[in-house]
């Protein structure tokens, strides 16, 4: 079957335009992440979608950074006034969820965002 | 939240012998770690997963050890291959919610 899949698979804008990077899960999974990633850097949490539940927002950076999830599969994530420090790797994940055999995350490709 | 830590950022190992690759947690109550390989350009790609109430377990020609004493998490690779470079995260899921917490990475290079 399909694995994660993100689009674009890179955006580059200018500084104060707003971007929306898109993810499709793998069919079935009821987990879904974005993480950033920086040039050399690890991966840094963004947000966190399990079923029907609130998502966890807490690592998102700022209040320009949201998410979405819409009928619990595809997710977008929305950088609004985009800023230079915003370029990174955004990375997408999906797991089974629900308990600790199934934290097993699958990852997508990424998305490699340029703000000039 | 706690950090999850590498004790070296590079490492170059010859094409064909063993490598290991450590990393350092802090966090008590993780309960479950994965070992993660990301290529260049590429997504990090599952390589290998582990409970707490274990200290080994085996895959294809990777091994992960861990050491709940002194809060530590190695990945043996056996038999190096040129495809084996790549950077290598380790993760922790320490609060019971689903999120990991990766590791800054190790890039390793295998040398032909």
């Known amino acids: 079957g399909a694995g994660v899949s993100q689009t674009p698979s890179n955006k580059v804008t200018e500084k104060g335009k707003d971007v929306e990077l898109r993810c499709d899960p793998i069919s079935g999974h009821t987990a879904l992440y974005w993480y950033r990633q920086s040039l050399g850097q690890g991966l840094e949490f963004l947000i966190y979608f399990q079923g029907n539940s609130a998502p966890d927002k807490s690592g998102l950076p700022s209040d320009r950074f949201s998410a979405e999830r819409t009928g619990g599969s595809v997710s977008t994530l929305t950088i609004q006034r985009t800023q230079q420090e915003d370029s990174a790797v955004y990375l997408c994940a999906s797991s089974l969820g629900g308990g600790t055999g199934r934290r097993k995350l699958f990852f997508g490709s990424g998305t490699q965002l340029s703000v000039l | 939240g706690e950090s999850v830590g590498l004790h070296l950022p590079t490492l170059s190992v010859q094409e064909g012998d063993n490598s290991i690759i450590n990393c350092a947690y802090s966090?008590?109550?993780?309960?479950?770690f994965i070992w993660y390989k990301q290529e260049s350009g590429k997504g990090p790609q599952f390589i290998i997963d582990?409970?707490?109430?274990?200290d080994k377990r085996q895959g294809q020609r990777v091994t992960v050890l861990l050491n709940k004493t002194v809060k530590h998490l190695s990945l043996q690779i056996a038999a190096t291959q040129p495809g084996d470079s790549a950077v290598y995260f380790c993760a922790e899921d320490g609060f019971g919610n689903e999120k990991l917490t990766f590791g800054t990475g190790t890039r390793l290079t295998i040398i032909p």
């Open positions: 582990i409970r707490s109430n274990m």
């Open positions: 966090n008590s109550a993780s309960d479950y």
